[in-house]
């Protein structure tokens, strides 16, 4: 039996990675921010067996000691952590430039990307030990380009975790250890709430799920070890890419 660790795990495409890995016979840990959301996110999980491998703790991912104390409560739940799914992600509704203030700036880029460094920088240890480990880090469109809609701290955020993983992951290559970008399209989750007109549900109904995202990520974990697969895009057929 594997085991995962989902940061961002409450919900959007966190709680459907949790979900499907659970239903293939993994051990999950889900961890976020908000105690009642994980309260709600694993007795959901269990609804039809609660005897299910599935455990959530809050993490504040800017807080380095609170990563790496998630990091140890997590290993000695499962034994080891053979997969990460970072999803923790953050925007807010005034994303211009001109709108936006310089704490709103620092606070996207401490969880987006910071956030990201400082799981990738707890679990390692553990996975060069074994010389064996997979870590995804949900990215988005907008961190390869550029988009308005996105705004300026979402994107920068974004390309910085972009960078982040593929730098690392050629660092990391030769340990055994393989990190995934994975780069969604327009996906219905609870972030699109922060968007800064609201979304029809005509436009959510053409949007991916987190259960087809999930199921492209089960594929990635389950790949032999030979197998690495660094960055991939996946976008509803109505979004442009361009």
Known sequence: M???LVIGGGTGIGLGAAEYFL??????VIAG????????????LQAEDDSLPVWGRTVDVADRTSVVELVRWATEKMGQIDVV???????????????????????ILAINATGVY???WAVLPQMRSRQDGLFINISSIAGKRAANLAGIAYCGSKFA??????AVGLEEAHRGIRIT??????????????????????????MLQPSDIASVLYSIAELPARAHVPELVIKPTVQDYA
């Open 33 to 44: 921010r908000r105690e009642s959301v994980l309260a709600d996110a694993v007795s959901s």
């Open 85 to 107: 799914v970072n999803a923790a992600g953050v925007n807010i509704k005034n994303r211009t430039m001109l709108d936006m203030q310089p704490e709103q700036w620092d606070h």
């Open 161 to 166: 975790a972009t960078g982040l993983g593929t």
């Open 23 to 28: 239903q293939q016979g993994y051990r999950v």
């Open 181 to 206: 970008n994975v780069y969604p399209g327009e996906v219905e989750t609870p972030l699109l709430d922060q968007r800064p007109a609201p979304v029809s549900e005509e436009r959510r109904r053409t």
């Open 2 to 4: 594997k085991n995962l």
């Open 118 to 120: 400082n799981v990738l």
